[in-house]
């Protein structure tokens, strides 16, 4: 018997297993369905491009997007150890500030504003170039500069002031709007995921241990409380009780750990009788509130070899690999899309609206268009979308997909502010400094014009960001899941910490959110006092 339970070795699992057992009188034990981080091409930058089509992922999908014509997206969700930071382009960027205040002031969560959780992200980071009010240079989390950027990144940015939107050379600080290159989680060239940077180093911690390749089937519930899991260890294999001393901890994520509670008995009474799952407590807002960023993308063919698609040839993929090894330089050390920004698609909104990722190739993820001479990408992203969707299960059988239903553009105001952010991309992309790296548009191609075109071609073409939240949320409603200190309502014993119980998708990537989460909820499970929240002049607030 162990005093706490993890279930999912993600972003945030990660860090409470290092966190919650620092106390060696604590016991700890960890649960990843997925495999060690093992195979090579994890800890190489540009080794993101394979993960979207497959290493490592449970190969999920989305049910059909009746918004969107009926289109199923691929839905990558990581299976291994350290979760999405081991499969992601390793973009380090953490939201905007008013995110978190509406967190605090709108959702009614008191703890969770940015001045509160700003101490968290600067606590997990260890920052190669900053040492400030906003970063910190002291943690596990490795963060640094981008150290192989081509000319055609410099003139992106020259591009984006022809349109008068400024440099910003961090977006993690004073503002977040403008173009620049990202930090992104690497350290000594290499991918700086959750597990390489908070568990390698106390993998020799006697009381904490860590189980890969352990599929969790429920969560165990007796007389209102949580007292384990039931897990089988291999495919097969008879179930097994596990108990937890103290607490049961959900991080599989905000896919993982809605179908956990549900296959547990614990959701929208209705729907698990639906697929035979006897209800243990009713929670219907289990699942409920899915929200991710949906991508659309130009592409566009280089009038010379300015990006790394030539890299694709055989020889050429040699001489990378071996200047990686030797140096490491060159494209392996590139996470692909380390360069973008932020801006307005809404000039009314308070804050940006529209993320930019500059992709140094074409057909870089699974499913979009690679060209056969060299190209360069670039996404766009709106950050805010009032659509809502769900997570709910197909069966009673822990081992099937569930039902991934993002609901994308079910409100019409995200099509349209989707629509314009990519004419803001296409704008970018037609601008001066481009012209001598930009033979001409590819996709979506010249001819589509009017929104309904573009809707068209966003049907056809448009992708995940990958950064689903909500699904647990926290919250004091009758739809709310965890409460601000992240026990599950109607539970003991029982709490949810990762990008589940996030009430609102914050404005960015999510993986430095999500650890965030971890580095905060692990202070709150032990009772810790919270860290001191930031105080800043009017002139150094974050915007």
């Known amino acids: 018997m162990t005093d706490f339970i993890i279930v999912g070795g993600g972003p945030a699992g990660c860090v409470l297993a290092n966190r919650l057992s620092e106390d060696p009188a604590i016991s700890v034990l960890l649960l990843e369905a997925g495999g060690g981080d093992w195979h090579p091409l994890i800890h190489m930058p540009a080794g993101f491009a394979k993960m979207t089509k497959g290493i490592a992922s449970w190969g999920w999908s989305t049910v059909p997007q009746k918004h969107m014509k009926d289109r199923v997206f691929r839905y990558t969700q990581a299976k291994v150890i350290g979760g999405g930071s081991s499969i992601n382009a390793q973009i380090y960027t953490r939201g905007n500030a008013r995110d978190y205040d509406a967190w605090e002031k709108e959702e009614g969560l008191p703890g969770w504003g940015y001045r509160d959780v700003l101490p968290y992200f600067k606590r997990a980071e260890n920052n190669e170039r900053y040492a400030n009010d906003f970063h910190g240079d002291q943690g596990p989390l490795g963060v640094s500069n981008p150290i192989a950027p081509l000319p055609i990144c410099e003139a992106y940015f020259r591009a984006g002031q022809e349109m008068g939107i400024p440099f910003n050379p961090d977006f993690n600080g004073a503002r977040q709007e403008g173009v620049g290159y990202y930090q992104l989680t690497q350290r000594n060239a290499r991918r700086s995921s959750a597990s390489v940077a908070y568990l390698k180093p106390i993998r020799d911690r006697k009381n904490l241990a860590v189980r890969t390749g352990i599929m969790v089937t429920r969560v165990v519930v007796e007389k209102g409380r949580a007292t384990g899991v039931e897990i089988v260890a291999k ?309």
């Open 235 to 543: 495919p097969g294999g008879q179930p097994e009780i596990l108990r937890a001393n103290r607490e049961v901890i959900v991080s599989s994520g905000a896919i993982g750990s809605p179908k956990l509670l549900m296959l547990s008995g614990i959701g929208p009474a209705d729907h698990l009788k639906s697929v035979g799952i006897e209800p243990v407590h009713d929670l219907p807002g289990v699942g409920a509130n899915l929200q991710d960023h949906l991508d659309l993308f130009v592409i566009a063919e280089c009038s010379g070899d300015f990006t790394y698609d030539n890299y694709a040839k055989l020889h050429r993929s040699a001489w990378a690999g071996l200047q990686y090894l030797l140096f490491r330089k060159g494209p392996v050390a590139s996470s692909l899309f380390e360069t973008g920004g932020f801006w307005y698609a809404d000039r009314t909104a308070a804050q940006p609206d529209i993320q930019f990722h500059l992709g140094l190739g074409s057909g870089i993820e699974a499913g979009v268009e690679k060209l056969k001479n060299p190209g360069v990408t670039l996404n766009s992203a709106f950050l805010r979308p009032r659509s809502r969707g769900s997570v709910r299960l197909s069966s009673s059988d822990p081992a099937v997909a569930p039902l991934i239903d993002p609901n994308y553009w079910a409100d019409p105001y995200d099509r349209e502010i989707s629509i314009k952010g990519l004419r803001i991309a296409r704008d970018i992309m037609r601008q001066s400094a481009l012209k001598p790296f930009v033979e001409r548009e590819v996709l979506p191609g010249p001819s589509l014009k009017t929104d309904d075109e573009l809707f068209d071609y966003a049907c056809r073409s448009a992708k995940t960001d990958h950064h689903p939240v909500g699904t647990c949320r926290m919250g004091h409603d009758a739809m709310a899941v965890v409460t601000p200190d992240l026990k599950l309502r109607g539970i003991e014993g029982l709490r949810v910490c990762d990008a589940s119980i996030m009430p609102r998708v914050p404005s960015s990537n999510t993986n430095a959110p999500t650890i965030m989460v971890g580095e905060k909820g692990s202070d709150i499970i032990l009772g810790r006092e919270p860290l001191p929240p930031v105080v800043f002049s009017q002139s150094r607030s974050a915007a």
